[in-house]
């Protein structure tokens, strides 16, 4: 009575179409990450794209006697804008007092009672895309960014065969993908 119905095979085109689409959408937050501290990291020479360096100028209490132990520096530390962690000082050939904080230092002039002290800060959330986009938090990280890398091919090959016609690769397709080689090859030739 009833017929049995052939399946029919699936067609590459479409298998790729629905590859490309779920493993694009797989990417996109990775994607979006690599893409922004790229930039970042781009710009590395203009700034630092890890941390701020934060350098400020403060006043403290003279005391009368000259003499700083830790517990003194600790105090004038806890007195300050930031949270600074207290390691350990020394007065140089100068008279000035040296303090070493977690991420930076103090000079401490304990004559005048004027310092400065400077400190690398953390960029929120741009530190940790760099981490991210520079692979140096491991080894699992390191084949996950690798899995990211080899769906990002994928995507980036299987696209070109998704449309046909005057828009699909061996027509108007063809020449974009051929500019796209060609713009980091003239850099490649000329810069390096």
């Known amino acids: 009575m009833f017929e049995e119905r052939k399946k029919k095979p699936m067609k590459i085109r479409k298998l ?78 100068e008279g000035y007092i040296k303090v070493f904080i977690e991420s930076g230092e103090a000079v401490l002039d304990p004559e005048t009672g004027e310092g400065r002290f400077q400190f690398l800060q953390r960029r929120p959330l741009i530190f940790e895309m760099n981490k991210l986009h520079k692979a140096t938090l491991g080894t699992v990280w390191k084949w996950v960014s690798d899995l990211m890398a080899v769906i990002l091919l994928f995507v980036a090959i299987s696209g070109l065969f998704l449309l046909k016609g005057k828009r699909g690769l061996t027509r108007w397709g063809w020449w974009l993908t051929l500019a796209g080689f060609i713009v980091p090859l003239i850099f490649a030739i000329l810069y390096i």
Do not use: C
Not at 23 to 30: N, Q, S
Not at 51 to 70: K, L, S, T, W
């Open 16 to 93: 790729l179409r629905i590859l490309h689409r779920d493993l694009g959408y797989f990417i996109v937050g990775m994607t979006i990450v690599y893409a922004l501290s790229g930039i970042f990291l781009n710009h590395r020479h203009d700034f630092n794209p890890d941390y701020n360096i934060i350098i400020e100028d403060f006043r403290f209490p003279v005391q009368e006697d000259g003499i700083y132990g830790a517990d003194d520096i600790r105090s004038i530390l806890s007195e300050l804008p930031h949270e600074m962690t207290y390691k350990k000082h020394y007065t140089n050939n």
